[in-house]
């Protein structure tokens, strides 16, 4: 079974190379997009997925970190796509409280993207980071890894908020990975 997945996206707004291994021997997260904050973010998701990932961006900064953010969030979800073709189960959840914030994230690997949640807009920016940036990342890492993702949210401190999605996204990851798939998970097929 496939354990190392990488992908390289060149485009004029940034240069991205990823690699993520789901292998359970080795466990290295080295992330640098350029974008400290969000670099930790990425952290998260993979410490808590239980994934080693590298990630080498070199994005249009002095323009903004949209970019960055937004085709980070499409490799990622390339990669997904890939990973849960070899090992997946089809319907897992999550939740992650920090202080004031809690986050639920409800999957369907189903095949068909759609990305729903009830977060605020907020462009308050925290290094290179927001609401919005992070919800455009998780937009493009749906649309690319063909899931549905429904993400429910309360809190009133934003790095908090956005620290939460992203460890519980990196929940999501383990235990999709973690069951393998015994049967056919739709009704459509039997």
């Known amino acids: ?9 060149k485009t004029l707004e940034s240069n991205i190379k990823i690699r993520i291994n789901t292998s359970h021997h080795t466990h290295f997260i080295k992330i640098n997009s350029g974008i400290k904050a969000f670099d930790h973010m990425l952290y998260q998701t ?74 605020k807009d907020s462009n308050s920016d925290i290094n290179g980071i927001s609401i919005n940036k992070t919800i455009e990342f998780l937009k493009a890492l749906v649309r690319q890894a063909q899931i549905t993702l429904h993400l429910s949210n309360y809190g009133s401190n934003n790095h908090h908020i956005i620290e939460s999605i992203f460890k519980c996204l990196g929940i999501i990851i383990k235990k999709s990975l973690k069951l393998k798939r015994k049967f056919n998970y739709s009704t459509k097929y039997d």
């Open 46 to 119: 993979a410490y808590h997925g239980n994934i080693s990932i590298k990630v080498n961006c070199i994005g249009d900064l002095m323009v903004d970190t949209h970019h960055t953010i937004e085709d980070t969030g499409i490799v990622i979800g390339k990669l997904l796509k890939k990973i849960f073709h070899y090992k997946k189960t089809r319907f897992t959840s999550a939740y992650v409280a920090m202080d004031e914030a809690l986050t639920r994230i409800v999957v369907d690997i189903s095949g068909r993207s759609f990305f729903n949640y009830n977060l």
């Open 1 to 9: 079974m496939k354990k190392d997945f990488y992908l390289e996206r």
